[in-house]
Nanobody, 115 residues
Framework: QVQLVESGGGLVQAGGSLRLSCAAS????????MGWYRQAPGKQRELVAT???????IYGDSVKGRFTISRDNGKNTVYLQMNSLKPEDTAVYYC?????????WGQGTQVTVSS
């Protein structure tokens, strides 16, 4: 099993920044993907950004140029730096850890951007 611990959510004004962290522990394969998805009330869960253990990243169209994903393989931790936040970024952000063997989701952390 893999355990995911998310941190860094909160309330911020529009134009501000937040940094999310997600630390994975447990039975982790060396080749994996970690990333972030989000779900706003009444909407489907959507991709924010993911990064593989090899460093390949992809971003959702709505966050390109504003958010940056990074990871520390030694710490099995993924980070999401969110800049120029907008009210429409308000959502619960979920960490995901995926490998050829399994797929885990974190419990989610709330991000609220006030206008």
């Amino acid at each position: 099993q893999v355990q995911l611990v998310e941190s860094g959510g909160g309330l911020v004004q529009a134009g501000g920044s937040l940094r999310l962290s997600c630390a994975a522990s447990g039975s982790i394969l060396s080749i994996n993907m970690m990333g972030w998805y989000r779900q706003a009330p009444g909407k489907q869960r959507e991709l924010v950004a993911t990064v593989t253990s090899g460093g390949r990243s992809i971003y959702g169209d709505s966050v390109k140029g504003r958010f940056t994903i990074s990871r520390d393989n030694g710490k099995n931790t993924v980070y999401l730096q969110m800049n120029s936040l907008k009210p429409e970024d308000t959502a619960v952000y979920y960490c995901r850890h995926s490998s050829s063997r399994d797929d885990y989701w974190g419990q989610g952390t709330q991000v609220t951007v006030s206008s």
